[in-house]
């Protein structure tokens, strides 16, 4: 309680450094939890991604032929990418209510939150990063570009980290927005292309699947991966510039909702203002 007390008195680089170190604790501490007394602990969500590869290459492979070349490295490629983005975005709305003893504790900084729902499935990702290298080793080999890899991560996980933040904030307030983000999730699976090639949808609809930023970012791990080129800088430009002004809008709109949330953590609630929405989720 003591060291978090004290986390508003700390310089700007130490506070930042210890809401690094939080984030890492809890996600490791929530992996941890989430897979424990199974049978295969840490490797459940790698296994998952296997299952749903097997369905994907079964089908478009031998059903529906798509003709796309080293097709279960490409599929493999994206879907490891999408299901990060998928689980975070989607654990990130209820988080604040799933855990609002934490947000109650003076001095927390609840930010960190929907930062930590965003990595616990980034971990699942480096997990079945050897199964994915192991794919293009046996296939397209693994060219120079793939040295673009944790730039292409650290926009996503930069676009993942505003939504996550909006939605977090607005979830105490609107309970519907986890269940509006679990179908917008799940539709974009399929307006997304994971298991398919952009240039193969029809010309009318291309530029408006690309103005999902998850098509270029997907697009992108495509082309480094599986085709061993760099893709246009153009369009990771945008998505890039586009993850920053999500981020930054959503860690401001956090910012301006989450005193209404919890309340004032340290001399209480403002006269008149009300119970905390947080508290509300507590007591009902």
């Not at 989430?34 to 994907?56: D, I, M, N």
């Not at 794919?135 to 939504?163: D, K, N, R, W």
């Not at 920053?244 to 959503?250: E, H, K, M, S, T």
């Not at 209480?268 to 929405?277: D, F, K, L, N």
Request: charged residues 10%; hydrophobic residues 55%.
């Amino acid at each position: 309680m003591s060291s978090v007390a004290s986390h508003r008195r700390a310089s700007p680089a130490l506070r930042q450094r210890r809401v690094g170190e939080l984030v890492s604790h809890l996600a490791l501490r929530e992996i941890a939890s989430a897979h424990r007394f199974t049978l295969l602990g840490w490797t459940w969500p790698l296994a998952r991604q296997l299952v749903q590869l097997g369905v994907l290459v079964l089908v478009f492979s031998s059903v529906i032929k798509v003709g796309i070349d080293y097709f279960p490295a490409f599929v493999f490629s994206g879907l490891i990418a999408w299901s990060w983005f998928s689980t975070g975005v989607g654990g990130a709305a209820g988080v604040l209510v799933e855990r609002r003893h934490l947000v109650f504790q003076p001095g927390f900084p609840a930010a960190a939150l929907p930062v930590v729902a965003v990595a616990v499935p980034l971990i699942d990702l480096l997990i079945a990063l050897p199964v994915l290298i192991g794919m293009l080793l046996l296939g397209p080999g693994i060219e120079p570009s793939a040295l673009l890899f944790p730039l292409l991560v650290a926009i996503q996980a930069t676009l993942m980290c505003g939504i996550a933040w909006i939605t977090a904030a607005l979830t105490v307030f609107f309970r519907d927005v986890s269940h509006v983000v679990a179908v917008a999730v799940a539709s974009l699976f399929y307006l997304t292309p994971v298991f398919y090639e952009l240039s193969r949808v029809p010309e009318q609809y291309r530029d408006l699947l690309r103005l999902n930023p998850m098509t270029i970012l997907i697009e992108g791990y495509h082309s480094i991966l599986i085709e061993g080129e760099v893709p246009g800088l153009g369009g990771i430009a945008a998505v890039a510039a586009v993850s920053v002004a999500i981020a930054l809008a959503g860690l401001a709109v956090f910012q301006r909702l989450e005193p209404r949330a919890s309340g004032s953590r340290t001399s209480g609630s403002p006269t008149g203002a009300g119970p905390p929405a947080l508290g509300r989720c507590a007591e009902s």
